[in-house]
């Protein structure tokens, strides 16, 4: 028996729910970023834009950079999105929508998560780049989902230890990222640290407006989390949740973090956009090694 609608949702026009999309519009190399705005300044160095569409916060649009064919998918925030937007991608390749069926050869993807981040660290400068080594979840979102084969024990376990993370607010999960993605994008220039996935961006990222927090020392004690040397670099709301479901997917993962603030010495970039753009460029150009 094939996926019942209700569960696998298409358009009428046989797209994918949210993303509005059909297998053919998507290539096997994918970037995703946050903001919709940012699709956009990606594909500007594009040769040529073949698709486009947006549905929601959710905007594609694939073309060719260099001769290699790419897509560009915002994601919006927070993993909840990013819950839709993998499940739905995978959909696109690893089931036949005409019978709903799983298909019987798999698809792996390779996605690249290009974001904007603040660094925990005095070493780790504004305008610098991090690959996310790990994602951290702090989010729970994942946990949804059987986990166990995927995740990395001893980095949750001595998160917890360090930080007395509160069992009530459930159970972090550390996922690797792809060795395959790591060692392509890769340079000596480059940062590499735990990436913590906060589920909000107020109290889950240590804000205070007109509540108290739970754990008011909480950043306090991730700036001096480590585990074997790996320490958290940076603190964001996708990277851990791409990770996860990519890697139960069976799909290849990375994410990659321009550093616009540092909190340890208090300085903000100069000029944010220049660093994105380095960023993008950098990316795009290490891609179509592959």
């Excluded at 001893?154 to 360090?162: K, L, T």
């Excluded at 790996?230 to 791409?242: G, K, P, Q, V, W």
Aim: aromatic share 6%; charged share 20%; proline share 3%.
């Amino acid at each position: 028996m094939g996926i019942q609608q209700s569960e696998l949702i298409l358009n009428p026009d046989g797209s994918v729910y949210h993303l509005n999309l059909k297998p053919d519009n998507i290539a096997h190399d994918i970037i995703f970023v946050g903001d919709q705005d940012r699709v956009s300044k990606i594909t500007a160095h594009f040769d040529s834009i073949e698709f486009s569409t947006q549905k929601r916060e959710f905007k594609t649009e694939t073309g060719v950079y260099k001769g290699k064919r790419l897509t560009v998918l915002s994601t919006g925030i927070g993993p909840d999105n990013i819950d839709i937007v993998l499940n739905e991608l995978d959909a696109l390749v690893n089931i036949d929508l005409e019978t709903r069926l799983p298909k019987q050869q798999l698809t792996s993807l390779n996605i690249i998560r290009i974001g904007t981040s603040g660094s925990l660290h005095a070493d780790i400068p504004v305008d610098s780049i991090v690959m996310s080594a790990y994602g951290l979840g702090l989010d729970n979102m994942l946990r949804s989902y059987v986990l166990n084969e995927v995740t990395d024990t001893a980095i949750e376990d001595a998160f917890i230890a360090q930080t007395n993370w509160d069992a009530r607010k459930g159970r972090p999960y550390a996922i690797k990222c792809s060795d395959a993605l790591a060692k392509l994008i890769d340079s000596p220039e480059i940062h590499k640290g735990i990436t913590a996935t906060a589920g909000g961006f107020y109290g889950p990222q240590g804000r205070v407006l007109r509540l108290a927090l739970q754990d008011a020392e909480l950043n306090h004690k991730m700036d001096s989390f480590n585990h074997n040397g790996n320490r958290i670099t940076n603190l964001e709301m996708e990277t851990a949740a791409i990770y996860g479901l990519s890697a139960l997917l069976g799909h290849n993962a990375l994410s990659m973090n321009a550093i616009i603030a540092n909190r340890a010495t208090g300085t903000f970039s100069s000029d944010p956009y220049a660093a994105v753009n380095k960023l993008i460029t950098y990316v795009l150009d290490k891609l179509i090694t592959n």
